[in-house]
């Protein structure tokens, strides 16, 4: 069994204990942590020895939304000032062009980006087959990278002859969609420790398909053990459309169809009121919140303190790579810890107020750290995917974590090395490891050549623009 020892390096082990190990390591076998704690009360000797000093290093980022193929579409000029429907609707067409292969290079690009950011867990939300593309062309791809995938076997069923947005052309029968769920939960889905893929049933949203379909897919889901994923409530513009087709805000919909309950997650869920926090709450319903994505489609800003006061799962998703327009999760973990602290300046907080000794005054809420931050970008992505072998660094979890040399000219005069990692511009991580293997080592990629990978995908994606 092949061991690694990390050493001398500062560890924000996130752990339930938040524990922080200045001159820390780490002893890895076959994929797990064997030990942890300070390096002279670690064994000395393995298969791969690396000094890490000057290095901090955190569990792997969780993405917990993300749509890989549309980094054949990023800054697509009549798609770069529209809102959501708008850039939906500009967008269609282009993506029906895709082919199996371009479904395979971008899912290389999408997480070849998030591993050189840190990541080591990825959900993607594939939701359209166009040209016999499939959802094995996806984990294919994921499998020669080495990030753990979370493989959302999407749908689209409701074109605009029935009311819906997509076009007719991108749409699929319910029976195929059901059947091929059935397929690849079956050859691909793995629920043990340490699994490299797991599938998720995740018909795109309300207004893409039927109720009838969000139903069999709940039953279906249930009946597997597999895990539930939908967008829900993104914009106001939804928010409407759910009145106006089923007679019913969104929240409310998911509870008509089944859609409640710890298996279930949502990305993005702006539009929500209280009283629909509380349902989430109630029913262990997680959250996927992509606060770039949300930024650059005006979709407005999620209430994470909300959620996280009532005890809601919170995840970071990088989104779409057209909506965001990049797979930099470290960067979602900045924003998010920005935008949060935007959303409370408009509830009322109170910059000015000096009535206690934090000047925080009596009954205000509190900014989110940056340690919270990355937070939801570790333990709240692991959470919400239902895995409790990943998200922080502790014995008999996954070797996953990613390793920041600390000594660079953007961390200049940081004095806190974990928070440096947030409130400093985003950087890429020296070292991406996932179940003991590399696969970024001193900045570069090692499972896959990065060149080749750029070349083939932008001869893709200029071809897609050409048709």
């Given at each position: 069994m092949p061991t690694l020892l990390i050493k001398n390096a500062y560890i924000a082990a996130m752990d339930d204990q938040r524990s922080e190990i200045s001159d820390g390591a780490i002893f890895v076998r076959d994929g797990f942590i064997e030990q942890i704690g300070k390096t002279d009360e670690l064994p000395s000797v393995a298969d791969e020895v690396l000094d890490l000093k000057g290095h901090v290093v955190l569990p792997g980022l969780v993405n917990t939304h993300h749509h890989f193929y549309q980094t054949l579409t990023r800054a697509v000029p009549a798609a770069q000032d529209a809102n959501l429907f708008n850039w939906l609707k500009t967008l269609y067409p282009?993506?029906?062009?895709?082919?199996?292969?371009?479904?395979?290079?971008?899912?290389?690009?999408?997480?070849?980006?998030?591993?050189?950011?840190?990541?080591?867990t990825a959900s993607d939300h594939l939701y359209l087959f166009p040209n016999g593309s499939k959802l094995d062309d996806e984990i294919a791809a994921a499998l020669e990278i080495g990030v753990r995938l979370h493989a959302s076997r999407g749908s689209m069923s409701l074109g605009e002859k029935d009311g819906g947005l997509p076009p007719d052309s991108v749409i699929d029968s319910e029976a195929h969609i059901l059947n091929?769920?059935?397929?690849?939960?079956?050859?691909?889905h793995d629920a043990k420790p340490g699994a490299m893929t797991q599938i998720v049933l995740a018909p795109c949203s309300p207004f893409t398909v039927s109720s009838d379909l969000m139903k069999e897919s709940a039953k279906m889901a249930r009946q597997y053990g597999v895990h539930l994923h939908t967008h829900l409530a993104e914009t106001e513009d939804e928010e409407q459309f759910c009145l106006q087709m089923f007679g019913r805000r969104p929240v409310d919909y998911m509870q008509d169809t089944d859609w409640v309950g710890g298996d279930v997650w949502y990305a993005h869920a702006v539009w929500v009121n209280e009283e629909e926090i509380k349902v989430f709450a109630k029913h262990n319903c997680g959250v996927a919140h992509c606060p770039s994505s949300n930024m650059r489609l005006a979709s407005g800003i999620a209430p994470i303190q909300g959620y996280r006061?009532?005890?809601?799962?919170?995840?970071?998703?990088?989104?779409?790579?057209?909506?965001?327009?990049?797979?930099?999760?470290?960067?979602?973990?900045?924003?998010?810890?920005?935008?949060?602290?935007?959303?409370e300046g408009m509830t009322g907080f109170s910059l000015t107020s000096n009535s206690s000794p934090t000047g925080r005054g009596e009954g205000v809420r509190e900014l989110m750290s940056a340690r919270e931050a990355l937070y939801l970008g570790t333990r709240g992505g692991a959470a919400v995917l239902g895995r409790n072998d990943i998200g922080s660094l502790e014995v008999g979890k996954c070797a996953d974590f990613f390793a920041v040399n600390l000594n660079r000219l953007g961390f200049a005069g940081m004095h806190d090395p974990v928070s440096a990692l947030v409130f400093g511009q985003p950087v890429n991580a020296d070292y991406t490891v996932v179940g003991g293997k590399f696969i970024v080592k001193e900045g570069q990629l090692v499972t896959v050549d990065e060149r080749k990978v750029i070349e083939k995908h932008n001869r893709a994606a200029k071809r897609l623009l050409e048709n």
């Open positions: 282009i993506w029906a062009r895709i082919q199996p292969d371009d479904i395979f290079i971008s899912t290389q690009t999408a997480l070849a980006e998030l591993a050189l950011s840190g990541c080591t091929d769920s059935q397929r690849v939960i079956e050859k691909y006061a009532a005890g809601v799962n919170v995840g970071l998703g990088v989104d779409g790579s057209a909506s965001n327009d990049g797979s930099h999760l470290l960067a979602e973990v900045r924003n998010a810890m920005l935008l949060a602290r935007v959303k």
